[in-house]
């Protein structure tokens, strides 16, 4: 890269670091690593001007880490946030789509019927996107890859009109064989699902350390279990969903996504347009869940319609749609061996797995894993990804470690149950220190906390006398534990501007998105505690890119530890050109002052002025800071963790479960917001409950069709299923990660679940689980197998 | 979905005039209905709303201390009205274990007895007995919610909970059209799949289920109503039951989710619970007697024992 001509640096605060001279300055580009969705990447870093110093534990914080209500609450429950669906354009369009009835086999429309209806205002066809591929494959393909893949829209002055339409159009198919599952895709003679075949051309996939073969050969104690985990699907609350007007050359798109930067490159790239052409605005979002990471059919569909019918385009799933097309978590037969010393020592960790994919998506899979949760020299695993005619699987909170995590430590429970050893005494005694999958450090790992404040919290180690304390005689207790890793760093590029308006209210802006997480809450937090100003005053403004800084997809757990630390680094520098400003008003220096609750004081001194009164006074001066996040740490892996305690009752003789309480210790590095963090605790254990005893994508294997794309009939927990949640985060900052601290903490939690409640339902009723969700049928089975 | 035409009936007589018409149907809440036809399982050209119908929704003692529940009766209101939570508590269980509380104050009583089944397949417009087909695509396909017993040659279960404990208390349903008015015993309402499986109950067309009648001989005693969910709320029944032993005596079982309909148990059985002095080995006897005739599909085997069970437990709640 040529050196660039650095413009002049502008006046800073006393903080700046001094200029560094033409001839001695460091290289400004460099490259770091950032962890996502366990995948890594290396991505270019300008590093910043400023480097803030780290909020460390003894650092005397006010508004980063107070316990305050999520800001956009009352709008929330009040009706008053505006979501992606709730956008009117005047003269908008609504589109009903109309999908594949069957599995594979090729569509031949008719929609002269539609065309005629009142008030349809046009028909997209497959002509209408030729070369928009999502997922590699075309956008309203006549060759049907999967039921309910979208066939065509319809664009009506309403949206029941627009469903009359769509139910007008005549759908012939031509039927073709398909291979909805592992058993069909893998026969002998089995359709084709992908012209390459029915195997991912990268598969198996084999990561391994050490040699497991001598591990097995120095092991006293070997187990061997099969498990299997179910297809799941996301069910966020808000479908999938954009609308697209155009002005001339320009878009505008509206959409519910974790990744308005993302989406915008999708579109401009589908569209031929050039990136400033496009805008992509999302405020509020019910849930995404990893589905929602660029742009989605509905935003291309929606986009193409308004171009050519010359009207704003609202093209929205319904439900069924969402449940059979908007991606999901993959199946999992995972094969596990282990072997072990007699005092519990692993010497071999082993994992065969298949994965049916459907169409496409990425290759999650569940054996990073058992490379990274617990110490062991040599690990193998090998995975193979299998295509099927369903569709097509997305991230879905922790992919792959939520599934894998219900395999090895299932597996590790057995194990303990083999050795007579207690699972939590297992665990402590392979114990990994660092980063065996990378051969590098950990920035921090407080997973022996977790492990000792959890059970105390739970009482783990006085459960055996707890144990007989049931209601009736067929009810039998039981209780289990898992414990989980995620990457947690979050990393560049990320930026922030924060600004101050005259009567001293500040807004935060940069291009992230809330997901329902609390990032606006926790961002304001940031801000505010660095500004020294009230809380209250400190808005968050986010999701529009073309009014706001590049931040990367809210996904991978990143959003608190990329883009806080922009954040913090932007109000920094407002705060350093506003203690500028005030230094004269207060007649004192500049190091002299400093700001809490939106007052600023001369220290050793009684005079104050409020940041108001400041602002006021400079008229419309505006303060300005602008930040980035920095790279991460060279040669670290910057990793959550957590373990939960599980407790459960069964009904013997109906084969049902209830959850009686759950105990969640996490670490995540410094909790901006202990509310809103436990929150996300509470959230996915229920999430990953209904994962465990519940959720499960059903299809017909002979008609190859989906069987519960309903939420009645796929059932995510109820109120009433959830059971005591005690979610709690142990240790503090970690530094080395980042200078606020914080870490990732929404996917982790998800993880242990499945697998601490199925412990729990083999304590309770003496025999494994296998495989989720522990339906009444499953447990009764097993219960059956052990006699 | 079809274009329907909707009318808030002011009379009976109006809602029964209106019902004649081609393709109308009666409606309460309209919680399954108005998905159905959403659904596309059913196309109605005119909707008949019986809830404005005065005192349609009445829930009322008679002189002889017998109940009539109006057919426009919101579930809830059931479930919570003291005569029925004092003397029917099997009834009021059973209302309160419908649905969801949204659920519950917008269905009604009618509605409830004639919602259509949840069968997959025949929800999901799969050509079956119950749309006109010849076959049933569950037996080789994904079964686990439907009949263990009485069923072919459709297997759906009636999703119904306050149907399996007006089985129990020998209730019966008055239904009513242009023609007039006629009262059949609730084991006649719903007709077998063998007999008619494309419908579940004897309602016909330009017909409403106008109000339901539980005898006074029903009350008291011992009543129970179970029902066994995957999850425990917003659910229909995997297995349930009725159990009851009125104040004037008897013993009389229903279950839920197991049949066709609600499935009484045979009478054998409950004058051998009736008889009293069961020890766990003869509650077994029996509960295995009241299954015999179970056959099991390829993935609903655990019904039957979920069945058992319940029966067992309602025995030995019966015999205290």
Known sequence: ?787 | MSPFTYHRATSTDDAAARLAGARAVPMGGGTDLLVAIDEGVVAPAQLVDLRGVPGADAVALDARGALRIGGAARVHDVARHPAVLERWPALAQACEAVGSPTLRQMGTMGGNLCQRPRCWYFRRGVSCFKNGGDECPAVDGENQYLAVIGGGPCHAVHPSDPAVALTALEATVEITSAGGTRTVPIAAFFVPPAEAPERETVVGPGEFVSAIGVPAVSAGGVQRYHKLMQREAWDFALVSIAAVRPAAGGVRMALGGVAPGPWRVNSSVEEDVASGGLDDDSISALAERALYDAQPLSKNGYKIEMAGALLRQAMRELAT
């Not at chain 1, 052409?277 to 929606?302: E, H, I, P, T």
């Not at chain 1, 692993?346 to 899979?365: C, Q, Y």
């Open chain 1, 1 to 787: 890269m040529a050196p660039r001509k650095r413009p002049p640096a502008p006046a800073r605060g006393a903080s700046a670091p001094p200029a560094p001279t033409e001839a001695h300055r460091p290289p400004r580009f460099v490259a770091t690593k950032v962890e996502i969705e366990g995948r890594e990447e290396t991505k270019i870093v300008e590093l910043p001007d400023r480097n803030p110093q780290p909020w460390d534990d003894a650092a005397e914080l006010h508004v980063v880490g107070a316990r305050v209500p999520r800001m956009d609450a009352v709008e929330k429950v009040t009706g008053g946030a505006r979501y992606t669906a709730d956008v009117l354009r005047p003269g908008m369009l609504w589109a009903a789509v109309v999908r594949a009835p069957a599995a594979a086999g090729r569509a031949t429309l008719d929609v002269s019927a539609a065309l005629a209806r009142p008030g349809v205002r046009g028909v997209l066809t497959l002509d209408d996107v030729r070369g928009i591929r999502l997922d590699g494959m075309q956008l309203l393909d006549d060759a049907i890859h999967y039921a309910g893949q979208p066939l065509c829209v319809v664009c009506a002055d309403h949206y029941a009109l627009a469903r009359a339409g769509a139910a007008a159009v005549r759908v012939t198919v031509e039927p073709a064989p398909h291979a909805v599952n592992l058993e069909q895709a893998l026969a002998d003679g089995a359709p084709r699902v992908r012209s390459r075949g029915n195997v991912s051309p990268r598969s198996p996939r084999l990561i391994q350390r050490g040699d497991v073969d001598a591990g097995l050969h120095d092991a006293e104690v070997t187990i061997t279990r099969e498990y299997r985990t179910p297809v799941a699907l996301h069910s966020a609350l808000e479908p999938h969903g954009a609308v697209a007007e155009w002005e001339g050359g320009r878009l505008s798109v509206w959409e519910s996504t974790q990744g308005i930067f993302n989406t915008r490159s999708d579109l401009a790239k589908a569209l031929g347009l050039g990136l400033s052409n496009v805008r992509v605005m999302k405020d509020y979002m019910g849930g995404g869940f990893g589905a929602k990471n660029g742009a989605s059919a509905a935003a291309y569909l929606a986009a193409v319609a308004a171009r050519k019918l010359g009207r704003p385009v609202r093209c929205a799933w319904d439900r069924e749609g969402e449940q059979t097309d908007a991606g999901n978590r993959s199946a999992t037969v995972q094969r596990v061996t282990l072997g072990a010393k007699r005092d519990g020592t692993l010497t071999a960790i082993v994992l065969d797995a298949t994965i049916p994919l459907g169409m496409g998506g990425w290759e999650a899979g569940p054996g990073r894993i058992y490379h990274e949760l617990h110490a062991c020299p040599n690990v193998r695993t090998s995975e193979t990804f299998v295509y099927t005619n369903t569709g097509p699987m997305a991230s879905f909170r922790a992919p792959g470690h939520t599934e894998g995590a219900f395999g090895l430590e299932s597996a590790l429970n057995a194990l303990a149950g083999e050795l007579g050893l207690d699972p939590l005494e297992l665990r402590r005694r392979n114990y990994a220190t660092a980063d065996q999958s990378r051969d590098r450090r950990y920035s921090a790992k407080r997973l022996d906390e977790c492990y000792r404040r959890g059970a105390e919290r739970f009482g783990w180690h006085d459960r055996a006398a707890r144990r007989a304390t049931t209601s009736a005689t067929h009810v039998r207790r039981g209780f289990g534990m898992a414990a989980c890793v995620w990457g947690g760093g979050g990393g560049p590029p990320a930026y922030a501007t924060v600004r101050l308006n005259r009567d001293g209210t500040a807004d935060v802006l940069t291009g992230a998105q809330d997901l329902g997480t609390g990032s606006r809450t926790v961002l304001a937090q940031i801000a505010a505690e660095t500004l020294g100003a009230k809380l209250a005053d400190v808005r968050t403004v986010l999701g529009d890119t073309e009014r706001l800084p590049f931040a990367s997809n809210s996904w991978g757990s990143i959003t608190t530890a990329s883009v806080g630390p922009a954040v913090r680094a932007a109000a920094e520098e407002a705060r350093d050109r506003l203690f500028e400003a005030a230094a004269a008003m207060l007649d004192a220096g500049v190091t002299e002052l400093s700001s809490r609750d939106g007052v600023i004081s001369v220290r050793g001194s009684e005079r104050t002025m409020t940041i108001g009164e400041a602002c006021n006074r400079l008229g419309d001066v505006m303060i300005m800071g602008q930040g980035s996040r920095g790279p991460n740490p060279e040669q670290t892996t910057i990793p959550a963790f957590g373990a939960h305690f599980a407790e459960v009752e069964v009904d013997v003789e109906t084969g049902r479960v209830r959850v009686v309480r759950i105990v969640a210790a996490h670490d995540s590095g410094r909790i901006i917001n202990p509310t809103l963090a436990e929150s996300q605790l509470e959230g996915a254990v229920l999430q990953g409950l209904g994962y465990a005893l519940f959720e499960e994508r059903v299809l017909d294997a002979r008609l190859g069709l989906p069987m519960n794309p309903t939420l009645h009939d796929y059932k995510v927990p109820t109120m009433a299923d959830a059971p005591a949640i005690e979610g709690f985060f142990v240790g503090g900052a970690d530094t080395v990660a980042n200078h606020t601290g914080a870490k990732g903490l929404a996917e982790p939690p998800i993880i242990p679940v499945a697998p601490a409640i199925a412990a729990a339902v083999a304590d309770a009723i003496g025999a494994e689980m296998p495989e989720i969700p522990m339906t009444p049928w499953r447990v009764l089975a097993e219960l059956k197998t052990a006699g």
